[in-house]
């Protein structure tokens, strides 16, 4: 089994940043592409972005493209979300996901394992 932990998550003011990690078991962790998703109240969940296998590719959704940066340290088993410029509308439970083993894809549907999510707040 693939069990994902986030942490780093809070209370921050608009304009702020917070960095989330996510600690996997997945192994290898090299072989599993990474997201981040996002879920706000009486929202749907959605994919804030995602890390390919090694980290040279990533992928964001526009409305944080810019402001938010995912990261991995394979050595760590950990994938990282560093949020700057963060805004009210960002205010979400943020969930750590990994795709099935050496999937190809980083995108939507790839993904098979969740965390079980850090919420951020962020105050206007």
């Known amino acids: 089994q693939v069990q994902l932990v986030e942490s780093g998550g809070g209370l921050v003011q608009a304009g702020g940043s917070l960095r989330l990690s996510c600690v996997a078991s997945?192994?290898?962790?090299?072989?599993?592409?990474m997201g981040w998703f996002r879920q706000a109240p009486g929202k749907e969940r959605e994919f804030v972005g995602g890390?390919?296998?090694?980290?040279?590719?990533?992928y964001y959704a526009d409305s944080v493209k810019g402001r938010f940066t995912i990261s991995r340290d394979n050595a760590k088993n950990t994938v990282y979300l560093q949020m700057n410029s963060l805004k009210p509308e960002d205010t979400a439970v943020y969930y750590c996901?990994?795709?099935?083993?050496?999937?190809?894809?980083?995108?939507?549907?790839?993904?098979?394992?969740w965390g079980q999510g850090t919420q951020v707040t962020v105050s206007s």
């Open positions: 890390i390919n296998w090694s980290g040279s590719l990533t």
């Open positions: 997945a192994r290898p962790f090299g072989r599993y592409g």
């Open positions: 996901a990994a795709t099935a083993y050496s999937s190809n894809y980083y995108l939507p549907p790839a993904y098979n394992y």
